[in-house]
């Protein structure tokens, strides 16, 4: 079956731009995360969801970063006003429930911000 | 601040001998640990995952855990240059029962050396 895909696979885009990263996890899959890794970093953990619910955004830097997934299927990361220091491979994965302990990661959307 | 410290290497290994990973983490109340493969430009994997004190054996990889030394290790045998990747720590979130949100290391780049 197909794995969590993410789109775009690349965005570029400009300082205080809006922008919207997709992500589609494995059918029937209900815990989804997000993450961000910058260069020579592991991932950092960003948010939660559990079902349609954000159960955990303790990890959005600040009010600039805000999620939905308002069907418990595709989640949308959406971030305000970009800045430089966003540039960084945004990651998804998801698990078949919560407390499972296989995440599978998609591809990740790298973004630059110029 | 839950931390999980890993040497960033690299560490080079001759082909058919044995690497050994290595990490700790901060907090003692951590129950599940992870260890992810990521080749260059790619998404992590998971390879392993641990629970219980002691030796985790599947194929050519071994996890080891010691709470007591908040230490977690990985030997790969009989390595291989396809073993040639960075690997990632990671622990769970003892905090919340359900939410797998991890914390990583920043990894420790392997090169297999023919």
């Known amino acids: 079956g197909a794995g969590v895909s993410q789109t775009p696979s690349n965005k570029v885009t400009e300082k205080g731009k809006y922008v919207e990263l997709r992500c589609d996890p494995i059918?029937?899959?209900?815990?989804l995360y997000w993450y961000r890794q910058s260069l020579g970093q592991g991932p950092e953990f960003l948010i939660y969801?559990?079902?349609?619910?954000?159960?955990?955004d303790s990890g959005l830097p600040n009010d600039r970063f805000f999620a939905v997934r308002p069907e418990g299927s595709v989640s949308t990361l959406k971030i305000q006003r970009t800045e430089r220091g966003d540039s960084a491979v945004y990651l998804c994965?998801?698990?078949?429930?919560?407390?499972?302990?296989?995440?599978?990661f998609g591809p990740g959307t790298r973004l630059t911000v110029l | 601040q839950k931390e999980v410290e890993q040497n960033s290497g690299p560490l080079s290994v001759p082909e058919g001998a044995i690497a050994s990973l290595n990490c700790t983490y901060s907090?003692?109340?951590?129950?599940?640990f992870f260890w992810y493969r990521q080749y260059s430009g790619k998404s992590p994997e998971l390879i392993m995952f641990?629970?219980?004190?002691g030796d985790k054996e599947d194929g050519r990889f071994t996890a080891q855990l010691n709470k007591a030394s908040q230490y977690v290790s990985l030997l790969i045998r009989d390595s291989q240059p396809s073993d040639s990747a960075t690997y990632l720590c990671?622990?769970?979130?003892?905090?919340?029962?359900?939410?797998?949100?991890?914390?990583f290391g920043t990894g420790t780049r392997l090169t297999i050396i023919p």
């Open positions: 994965a998801s698990s078949l429930t919560p407390g499972d302990d296989t995440q599978y």
């Open positions: 059918s029937g899959h209900t815990a």
């Open positions: 969801f559990q079902g349609t619910g954000a159960a955990d």
């Open positions: 907090d003692r109340g951590s129950q599940s």
């Open positions: 641990i629970y219980s004190n």
């Open positions: 990671a622990v769970s979130d003892p905090t919340n029962f359900g939410n797998e949100k991890l914390t």
